[in-house]
């Protein structure tokens, strides 16, 4: 039972988010934070969005509850409650329009109770903050908590992010839900993803896509021993949204906010799996010195493909064009030296 000052960059996303995914406060919506410690997020976004009607916080033991109470009472909202109850076992059947899920650790134990409260339609939060699991130090626990194979390296946390969210998205089509990322980032300790939820509308049969990184042809190249995944090989960004975001005048980091939102607007351009490094190119293609980063980037533009730098690592960039064509514009950047 704690407040995390080291959140409040993610609190100030959340508050933008949730802005720009209900920009309209009709219809009322009810919103549900699972874990809620203090319940500075929840009430956030009571105070900072008009998103909600009703808002519901849970701890597990009277204490916390007790602490909760009287933070919900000095906010002077109406419409928000807080009781103990074990976040594992569904509040009630379908009745909140966003749950957020923030654990200290896996979220893996709590996902069906968010998801069998959720309303038809929906937004789900998930935070994970295991991540000795989810990028590869304790690769079978990743097997046996998630039903993947991680990633061991820089791209560990990329992968841990996509694994979460494959995990996420097969619970939901487990219970006839459509899980689509509208948001999936790394930051600092933790990976956070929001999805869109709805009724299930795909045909019978259409694949998802989930699978292997390592065998997307034409992909960046993943290291180390495969296998990797089942993974989330998706779009991580919803454009549109994303354009949508404006940094809230509360914000607690408004500076560290709108370089992350510059960032993710180039990024959902060329919203790709994984990404490439200077660096890392110059390794494999043997070259004296790694091509310059934005001499790549704009000959990659000039040859007609999208490309944005990724909020994952500050040095690499992500890109619509095939391997085979990156690989060849960065050794012609390096004989031209």
Do not use: C
């Not at 802005?19 to 009322?28: E, Y």
């Not at 909600?52 to 419409?79: I, K």
């Not at 626990?141 to 791209?155: K, N």
């Not at 790394?186 to 956070?192: K, L, P």
Request: aromatic share 8%; net charge neutral; charged share 25%.
């Amino acid at each position: 039972m704690f407040y995390n000052a080291a959140m409040e960059f993610d609190r100030d996303l959340n508050v933008a988010l949730v802005r720009a995914f209900w920009p309209d406060p009709v219809p009322p919506r009810r919103g549900w934070e699972m874990l809620a410690a203090t319940g500075v997020r929840g009430l956030r976004l009571v105070e900072e969005t008009d998103a909600f009607e009703a808002f519901a916080f849970t701890e597990r033991t009277p204490a916390a509850v007790a602490v909760l109470e009287q933070n919900l009472h000095e906010s002077g909202h109406a419409g928000l409650s807080a009781r103990a109850a074990d976040a594992t076992r569904p509040w009630a059947s379908h009745v909140f329009d966003y749950v957020d899920l923030d654990p200290f650790g896996t979220p893996v134990p709590f996902i069906p109770a968010a998801l069998d409260a959720l309303r038809e339609v929906g937004l789900l939060a998930v935070t994970a903050t295991d991540m000795p699991v989810l990028t590869g130090v304790a690769r079978r626990v990743a097997q046996v908590r998630y039903g993947a194979w991680p990633v061991r390296g820089s791209q560990g946390p990329e992968a841990g992010l996509r694994i979460l969210i494959a995990h996420l998205v097969r619970e939901g089509v487990a219970r006839s839900r459509e899980l689509t990322p509208v948001l999936g980032y790394v930051h600092d300790h933790y990976v956070r993803v929001y999805l869109s939820v709805r009724p299930w509308s795909k045909a019978p049969g259409v694949p998802l896509p989930v699978g292997d990184p390592s065998e997307v042809p034409e992909g960046p190249e993943i290291r180390g021993s495969g296998p990797f995944g089942p993974m989330w090989l998706g779009p991580l960004f919803d454009p549109g949204l994303v354009a949508r975001l404006a940094i809230p005048r509360t914000a607690a980091r408004p500076r560290d906010l709108g370089q992350f939102l510059d960032r993710v607007r180039e990024e959902s351009r060329a919203d790709r799996p994984f990404y490439y490094e200077p660096n890392t190119l110059a390794s494999d293609l043997h070259l004296q010195e790694p091509p310059s980063l934005a001499a790549l980037v704009q000959a990659i533009r000039t040859e007609g493909f999208a490309v944005g730098r990724t909020h994952v690592r500050p040095s690499a960039f992500r890109t619509t064009a095939p391997r085979s064509v990156v690989q060849r514009l960065a050794r012609g950047l390096a004989d031209a030296r």
